[in-house]
């Protein structure tokens, strides 16, 4: 069949069994099950990598609070000197 070529996979026989049994219950072949399977990976891969890319972007741009100042906020709660919420101290690019 043009634009498409074929692909030997190996699976465990227990998945394979899973596979099959999926195949009868919804009327479709092995081959589609896998094929759709194999599809909805890699999405969820491009997806997931464009989110990771998407954070790295904001990580350089974006002010956080740091995690000590987070722990020392905490740490005071209930406290006679309870913090107030803390201010980002990581700014973009290092600046103070």
């Not at 904001?58 to 722990?71: H, K, L, Q, R, Y």
Request: hydrophobic share 40%; proline share 6%; net charge negative.
């Amino acid at each position: 069949m043009p634009g498409e070529s074929k692909l030997s996979v190996v699976l465990p026989d227990e998945l394979r069994s899973e596979v099959d049994e999926y195949a009868k219950l919804t009327n479709r072949s092995r081959s589609f099950i896998i094929k759709e399977a194999v599809a909805a990976y890699v999405g969820d891969q491009h997806a997931y990598l464009a989110t990771v890319r998407e954070a790295e972007c904001e990580a350089d741009t974006a002010s956080f609070v740091s995690g000590n100042s987070v722990i020392a906020w905490l740490e005071s709660w209930g406290t006679a000197g309870e913090l107030p919420t803390p201010e980002a101290d990581i700014l973009p690019n290092g600046r103070p």
